[in-house]
């Protein structure tokens, strides 16, 4: 994850960024920003009803990870516990958060037509939230797009630039 950061941590004025890579977690604060890239993956982002505080994840497997990887967030599981945990430090109750879910494209729509990678990931995101009792206030997910996703936690709803896959003729 890249951090951009004030040069003088006496500056308040200046904005504190996280550009989420795949399998990224972050927390960040009001006026804080979060952001990223996606394509079959999927971002998730949790706030409270206040959005004084917000967690962003990028999940890139819905898949159950190997012993090897049982701590990488990559795999949507162990993200989505990070992103908890973090939000429990903070004193957040995951269940009372709001989320957004962005991403699960398919990279490839015109080999895969049916079932596809950003298909299982997008569909796994939707069902872990629903297990967990957390409300899904918006979503933008499969589809043949990349997605730009940018929120500075606060009042304001994040931002989803979309754009279309190229199809080979």
């Not at 989320?99 to 494209?105: E, H, I, K, P, V």
């Not at 298909?119 to 939707?126: C, E, G, I, Q």
């Not at 009792?133 to 797009?145: D, F, K, T």
């Not at 730009?148 to 630039?161: D, F, R, S």
Request: with cysteine.
């Amino acid at each position: 994850m890249k951090r951009s950061t004030p040069l003088s941590q006496r500056s308040r004025d200046m904005l504190v960024e996280y550009e989420l890579m795949p399998g990224d977690v972050a927390l960040a604060h009001h006026g804080e920003r979060l952001k990223t890239l996606l394509g079959s993956c999927v971002a998730v982002i949790l706030t409270d009803p206040r959005r004084t505080v917000g967690a962003m994840c990028h999940i890139v497997h819905s898949s159950r990870p190997n012993s090897a990887n049982l701590h990488n967030t990559a795999y949507g599981s162990c993200a989505m516990d990070d992103m908890f945990h973090r939000l429990r430090r903070v004193g957040l109750t995951p269940s009372m958060c709001q989320a957004y879910a962005y991403g699960g494209g398919n990279m490839f729509p015109q080999m895969m037509t049916t079932d596809n990678v950003g298909l299982r990931n997008a569909r796994w995101v939707t069902d872990f939230l629903a297990a967990h009792n957390i409300q899904l206030v918006e979503h933008s997910l499969g589809g043949a797009h990349y997605r730009k996703v940018a929120w500075t936690v606060g009042a304001q709803e994040p931002e989803l630039i979309m754009t279309p896959i190229e199809m080979e003729q």
